[in-house]
């Protein structure tokens, strides 16, 4: 039976409905929506949410971050200009109607550091005003929009603020890629350099007296723990040998931690309220009622705790949401993030491992198109980015896209990836271009040991690191891929260090621990370059790229495509004038996947 092609305006076209949730005062569901193409926020009474009417008047990238303020009338939503970053914050009256822009400088981003119910006319924003690799603290007062300068940054990569906004330190990277987390005015806690990624304070009890930390030191895994400030002495909440705490939910009113997910094939988790226990097994309950098996999510911004929101991410279909009525134990179905995918039949992420070339243990994930033998398949891989990062089970559009046309998509988590512990992810440290790339290639191998992956089909494409991990691909293996797929990839890991946004100047240390020393491994950072192997192509490349990228620039895309046009390569090139890292407009991705599919189906037949 032949599978119907999901149009691509329906994958990566706008969703319908995104990221709901109750206002403050419990009386208003807000959520993000297309305006005249644009996505943007919209309000309803919570009891008729098909009264909406929309608040903003965005027509550039769309608003993807947005939140409601506890004075009860105040949204507030980040907008930057054709993906450079620079976010400014936008304030909407709510009553009024009326929006003005509470950041409005050039070239300066604006973070919202904290807002608290305690404090309902206060927000703390970060802003590189002064010095643009830095973040001073700024108060902002939501009734006059003054902004007030109430901390200078000594250096912090990051700020550490209690629930009654009183700032209390930060964290600040060392020259070995360590990092010293900082509290009341004293270095509080050296943290080794293969701990960084696993370290950070989550916040504090009402009372600020305890501080809730997640923490490798002395384990595998992040580990939660209270730490009593007074006495130093630490008591571990929740971990796991293997697997590290990936999430927490806290109560919103006291700061306690309740839950604690494990980033296993499919989330763990781990109870440490009775009472928050009891409403999500009723959750559950409901959803398996409805015969939904999926991964469970609730937010909860009403201040009285009766109203909450769900998401329900089954893996094979849209993002379901839901509001929670606590009283009465039921769900109230609002709808999916986008009801065009409803007639097609999407297909299931599918974990799998396997051993890779020095005996450590890869876990990863599979999506099979629908239907279909897995015998000899035609398979893409799809490399993720960060690369401090992983894939989870999820609804993932490019997994939709590829098994829906007939490949098996490949995610594989390669060492260096996040939530197996410290051990598996400090792996990677340095091996961009090596083990990392080796892994990639044992997947491959894994599955056509199978039967179920053709050797002679095979591609691979990524975003950002992932990108990187194609033309690596491309470079230094040219036998394996059969073309390959570059999405704001870079191709020179020397100029990638030496570019970036000043704001990413403290990571610095960091990039150099993980990534390579420009000043003491230059040629290594040479020969881990796909540019450096130009000349070994021999797979057609599929270059794309943000124009305003501050991250991976420009240049990147520019270097490799000039080198390819040198050599006489096949290559094609997109750029995108009014895009940063990554694609955020519905009519760029449209172009961009209709490029990907057309260029796979020529390549891999």
Same mark, same amino acid.
């Given at each position: 039976?032949?599978?119907?092609?999901?149009?691509?305006?329906?994958?990566?076209?706008?969703?319908?409905?995104?990221?709901?949730?109750?206002?403050?005062?419990?009386?208003?569901?807000?959520?993000?929506?297309?305006?005249?193409?644009?996505?943007?926020?919209?309000?309803?009474?919570?009891?008729?949410?098909?009264?909406?009417?929309?608040?903003?008047?965005?027509?550039?990238?769309?608003?993807?971050?947005?939140?409601?303020?506890?004075?009860?009338?105040?949204?507030?939503?980040?907008?930057?200009?054709?993906?450079?970053?620079?976010?400014?914050?936008?304030?909407?009256?709510?009553?009024?109607?009326?929006?003005?822009?509470?950041?409005?400088?050039?070239?300066?981003?604006?973070?919202?550091?904290?807002?608290?119910?305690?404090?309902?006319?206060?927000?703390?924003?970060?802003?590189?005003?002064?010095?643009?690799?830095?973040?001073?603290?700024?108060?902002?007062?939501?009734?006059?929009?003054?902004?007030?300068?109430?901390?200078?940054?000594?250096?912090?990569?990051?700020?550490?603020? /209690?629930?009654?906004? *009183?700032?209390?330190?930060?964290? $600040?990277?060392? %020259?070995?890629? !360590? @990092?010293?987390?900082? +509290?009341?005015?004293?270095?509080?806690?050296?943290?080794?350099?293969?701990?960084?990624?696993?370290?950070?304070?989550?916040?504090?009890?009402?009372?600020g007296a305890t501080v809730h930390?997640?923490?490798?030191?002395?384990?595998?895994a992040a580990r939660l723990y209270?730490?009593?400030?007074?006495?130093?002495?630490?008591?571990?909440?929740?971990?796991?040998?293997?697997?590290?705490?990936?999430?927490?939910?806290?109560?919103?009113?006291?700061?306690?931690?309740?839950?604690?997910?494990?980033?296993?094939?499919?989330?763990?988790?781990?109870?440490?309220?009775?009472?928050?226990?009891?409403?999500?097994?009723?959750?559950?309950?409901?959803?398996?009622?409805?015969?939904?098996?999926?991964?469970?999510?609730? /937010?909860?911004?009403? *201040?009285?705790?009766?109203?909450? $929101?769900?998401? %329900?991410?089954? !893996? @094979?279909?849209?993002? +379901?949401?839901?509001?929670?009525?606590?009283?009465?134990?039921?769900?109230?179905?609002?709808?999916?993030?986008?009801?065009?995918?409803?007639?097609?039949?999407?297909?299931?992420?599918?974990?799998?491992?396997?051993?890779?070339?020095?005996?450590?243990?890869?876990?990863?994930?599979?999506?099979?198109?629908?239907?279909?033998?897995?015998?000899?398949?035609?398979?893409?891989?799809?490399?993720?980015?960060?690369?401090?990062?992983?894939?989870?089970?999820?609804?993932?559009?490019?997994?939709?896209?590829?098994?829906?046309?007939?490949?098996?998509?490949?995610?594989?988590?390669?060492?260096?990836?996040?939530?197996?512990?410290?051990?598996?992810?400090?792996?990677?440290?340095?091996?961009?271009?090596?083990?990392?790339?080796?892994?990639?290639?044992?997947?491959?191998?894994?599955?056509v040991g199978l039967g179920a992956?053709?050797?002679?089909?095979?591609?691979?494409?990524?975003?950002?690191?992932?990108?990187?991990?194609?033309?690596?691909?491309?470079?230094?293996?040219?036998?394996?891929?059969?073309?390959?797929?570059?999405?704001?990839?870079?191709?020179?890991?020397?100029?990638?260090?030496?570019?970036?946004?000043?704001?990413?100047?403290?990571?610095?240390?960091?990039?150099?621990?993980?990534?390579?020393?420009?000043?003491?491994?230059?040629?290594?950072?040479?020969?881990?370059?796909?540019?450096?192997?130009?000349?070994?192509?021999?797979?057609?490349?599929?270059?794309?790229?943000?124009?305003?990228?501050?991250?991976?620039?420009?240049?990147?895309?520019?270097?490799?495509?000039?080198?390819?046009?040198?050599?006489?390569?096949?290559?094609?090139?997109?750029?995108?004038?009014?895009?940063?890292?990554?694609?955020?407009?519905?009519?760029?991705?449209?172009?961009?996947?209709?490029?990907?599919?057309?260029?796979?189906?020529?390549?891999?037949?």
């Open positions: 039976m032949t599978v119907p092609l999901i149009p691509r305006s329906v994958l990566f076209g706008n969703p319908a409905y995104l990221k709901p949730e109750i206002s403050p005062d419990g009386r208003h569901l807000i959520h993000l929506a297309p305006d005249d193409g644009v996505m943007n926020v919209w309000i309803a009474p919570v009891d008729r949410p098909g009264e909406a009417r929309v608040v903003t008047r965005d027509r550039g990238r769309g608003i993807r971050t947005y939140g409601v303020c506890h004075d009860d009338r105040t949204l507030f939503y980040l907008r930057d200009e054709h993906g450079d970053e620079s976010w400014r914050l936008y304030l909407v009256d709510l009553l009024s109607g009326e929006e003005r822009c509470a950041t409005p400088f050039d070239g300066v981003q604006a973070r919202v550091l904290a807002h608290h119910r305690r404090h309902p006319e206060t927000v703390l924003l970060g802003l590189n005003r002064e010095r643009r690799h830095l973040h001073d603290v700024y108060r902002l007062d939501l009734p006059t929009g003054e902004l007030t300068r109430v901390a200078e940054n000594p250096g912090y990569l990051s700020w550490i603020i /209690d629930s009654d906004l *009183r700032i209390r330190g930060g964290t $600040t990277m060392r %020259a070995d890629g !360590g @990092a010293t987390i900082h +509290l009341d005015g004293e270095p509080w806690l050296e943290v080794p350099y293969e701990d960084v990624m696993g370290t950070r304070v989550l916040g504090f009890t009402g009372d930390l997640l923490s490798s030191i002395g384990a595998n209270a730490v009593d400030l007074a006495s130093g002495t630490q008591t571990l909440l929740a971990g796991d040998p293997v697997h590290d705490v990936t999430r927490v939910e806290l109560d919103p009113l006291t700061g306690a931690p309740q839950a604690v997910a494990f980033a296993k094939d499919r989330d763990e988790w781990v109870y440490l309220d009775e009472a928050y226990a009891k409403d999500m097994a009723r959750i559950r309950g409901e959803l398996a009622l409805r015969d939904v098996d999926a991964e469970v999510y609730a /937010d909860r911004t009403d *201040r009285s705790g009766d109203l909450w $929101t769900v998401s %329900a991410v089954t !893996g @094979a279909g849209p993002v +379901l949401y839901y509001v929670y009525e606590r009283a009465a134990g039921r769900l109230r179905y609002l709808g999916n993030h986008q009801p065009g995918l409803d007639p097609y039949r999407l297909a299931r992420m599918e974990p799998f491992e396997y051993a890779a070339r020095d005996g450590v243990t890869v876990h990863g994930y599979v999506t099979w198109p629908p239907q279909a033998d897995r015998r000899n398949l035609p398979a893409v891989v799809n490399v993720h980015g960060g690369p401090w990062a992983r894939h989870t089970f999820a609804f993932d559009e490019e997994a939709q896209l590829l098994a829906n046309r007939g490949y098996a998509c490949i995610q594989v988590n390669f060492r260096g990836s996040t939530g197996y512990g410290k051990h598996f992810r400090n792996l990677g440290a340095k091996q961009w271009g090596a083990a990392m790339q080796t892994d990639l290639l044992d997947a491959v191998d894994h599955l992956v053709d050797p002679a089909r095979v591609a691979i494409m990524g975003c950002s690191y992932g990108g990187y991990a194609a033309l690596a691909g491309a470079a230094f293996t040219p036998g394996v891929f059969a073309c390959a797929i570059d999405l704001c990839g870079p191709s020179s890991l020397l100029t990638l260090l030496a570019g970036g946004a000043p704001y990413r100047t403290p990571l610095a240390s960091f990039m150099r621990a993980q990534v390579g020393d420009p000043e003491t491994e230059r040629d290594l950072l040479w020969q881990r370059s796909p540019l450096s192997c130009i000349g070994d192509v021999t797979a057609p490349i599929l270059v794309a790229h943000g124009a305003n990228d501050v991250r991976v620039t420009q240049d990147e895309a520019e270097q490799i495509v000039a080198a390819l046009r040198a050599k006489g390569l096949p290559y094609e090139y997109l750029l995108f004038e009014d895009e940063g890292h990554g694609l955020a407009r519905p009519e760029n991705r449209e172009t961009y996947y209709a490029a990907v599919e057309r260029f796979l189906a020529e390549h891999l037949g």
